[in-house]
């Protein structure tokens, strides 16, 4: 089956990694280290907050959703990642079709569901720090289960429905390449960028756009308009009241202001995409990876005074014995 010139390929090569190939044994030790610190960094603050009676409140229950949120994605990248650096040195690292549209499918509802579960955040300390009198009603353990699965699921729709559309399209590459992909993961919009579908491409890419418009944008704009309100709240207040208030957030803000980073950068990556710079997307894509993955535990773990003084105890005993 061909279509303009172009064959019809089951089959991915994520460039870049053959020029990294001389220096293969350290990035893959590195990136094993970091796929290990976060393992251990997230498993530990998710069983903090698991096993403490003391942090079973909403607040906790949505960062250690957001920590295995953050788990889960590592999980399915960093093993690929590291895989394909040990492959490197034999040339191009290929990847199936069906791998990297499932790959795509759950960056996509993972990341989605990140910015929901942020955005579920800011809303509980809106209504702990402006209406702390109705929290407790407002707040109820079931709507926290709620709220959870809404922003598991609905990402896990929208992502569907785009992979869905992606995996119709044929994949193209010329008549003596292959269809190459300059990322160190796969995501829809790059599988999308390398089809020969026509129409059936422009709609998948307006499918993806609205997408990251509903799971990404409208909770951005969300999280702002909540943290203005508590501040503007705070502002009015005591001192000690907005001191208070603001250190709770703070952990909260720094990782959103981290996703949004990890966000600037995937869509600096598609212009990079765009122009052909294989070497600048794939180490783009790689610290779009790692700012995120890394950061979170170490947010959570040390600005949440509640966390960081049970990770203190919990170390604290294992060192002693």
């Excluded at 509802?109 to 990140?114: K, V």
């Excluded at 300059?182 to 995501?187: L, S």
């Amino acid at each position: 089956m061909t279509s303009a010139g172009f064959n019809v390929t089951s089959s991915l090569t994520l460039v870049g990694f053959s020029s990294m190939s001389g220096h293969s044994s350290l990035l893959f030790f590195v990136f094993l280290l970091l796929y290990l610190f976060v393992l251990s960094s997230d498993s530990l603050v998710i069983y903090i907050i698991c096993s403490q009676r003391a942090l079973h409140r909403p607040m906790f229950a949505f960062v250690a959703s957001l920590l295995l949120n953050s788990l889960t994605g590592s999980t399915l990248v960093y093993p690929k990642l590291l895989s394909d650096l040990l492959l490197s040195g034999a040339g191009l690292v290929q990847v199936s079709r069906t791998l990297c549209l499932c790959q795509g499918f759950l960056v996509s509802s993972l990341g989605g569901a990140s910015f929901m579960l942020l955005s579920a955040m800011a809303f509980d300390r809106y209504l702990s720090i402006c209406h702390p009198m109705h929290y407790a009603v407002l707040v109820t353990p079931a709507k926290v289960v709620l709220m959870l699965l809404l922003c598991w699921m609905l990402p896990a729709i929208l992502g569907g429905v785009s992979t869905l559309l992606a995996s119709r399209l044929p994949l193209c590459r010329a008549q003596l390449g292959r269809a190459q992909l300059g990322r160190a993961y796969c995501d829809i919009y790059s599988i999308v960028s390398l089809s020969c579908g026509g129409a059936a491409a422009q709609l998948s890419g307006i499918s993806s756009l609205l997408n990251t418009a509903v799971i990404i944008f409208l909770p951005a704009a969300f999280i702002l308009f909540s943290y203005a309100r508590i501040l503007f709240i705070c502002l009015r207040r005591s001192r000690s009241f907005s001191s208070k208030a603001l250190q709770t957030c703070l952990p909260h803000l720094l990782v959103f202001f981290n996703y949004s980073i990890s966000v600037y950068l995937d869509l600096m990556l598609r212009r990079l995409q765009s122009n052909k710079e294989s070497d600048s997307t794939l180490i783009t894509s790689i610290v779009v990876l790692i700012i995120p993955t890394v950061l979170d535990p170490v947010v959570y773990g040390l600005k949440l005074k509640e966390v960081f003084t049970h990770v203190k105890r919990l170390l604290s005993c294992r060192r002693d014995s």
